[in-house]
């Protein structure tokens, strides 16, 4: 499927990347997780987009130097945790898929 196929099969009204045929669970699941994902890492990147901007307009304040660049670590953290946590969830969708 290329990308202009996948663009269409969005359903923004009931909030679906993909239609699937027969739905169920797993499908339902995969959505919300999605958008669980999406959300988080959207949140993730404006959080270290201001503790960025916090730390370059520390202007010789010490603390608010620290500050931004605890900021900064913390969202690469939860960037990297979101990842991680988005992969290890496809994975095991996918196994309950290959069971079924």
């Given at each position: 499927?290329?990308?202009?196929?996948?663009?269409?099969?969005?359903?923004?009204?009931k909030l679906r990347f993909q239609t699937?045929?027969?739905?169920?669970?797993?499908?339902?699941?995969?959505?919300?997780?999605?958008?669980?994902?999406?959300?988080?890492?959207?949140?993730?990147?404006?959080?270290?987009?201001?503790?960025?901007?916090?730390?370059?307009?520390?202007?010789?304040?010490?603390?608010?130097?620290?500050?931004?660049?605890?900021?900064?670590?913390?969202?690469?953290?939860?960037?990297?945790?979101?990842?991680?946590?988005?992969a290890i969830v496809r994975a095991v969708i996918s196994f309950m898929n290959a069971?079924?």
């Amino acid at each position: 499927m290329n990308l202009v196929e996948k663009a269409a099969a969005v359903d923004w009204g009931k909030l679906r990347f993909q239609t699937y045929e027969g739905g169920g669970f797993n499908a339902f699941l995969t959505d919300i997780v999605q958008w669980i994902t999406i959300i988080a890492g959207i949140l993730a990147f404006f959080y270290l987009v201001y503790a960025g901007f916090t730390y370059l307009t520390a202007g010789g304040n010490a603390d608010n130097a620290k500050k931004g660049q605890q900021g900064i670590i913390n969202a690469i953290i939860g960037l990297i945790i979101i990842i991680l946590a988005y992969a290890i969830v496809r994975a095991v969708i996918s196994f309950m898929n290959a069971g079924s």
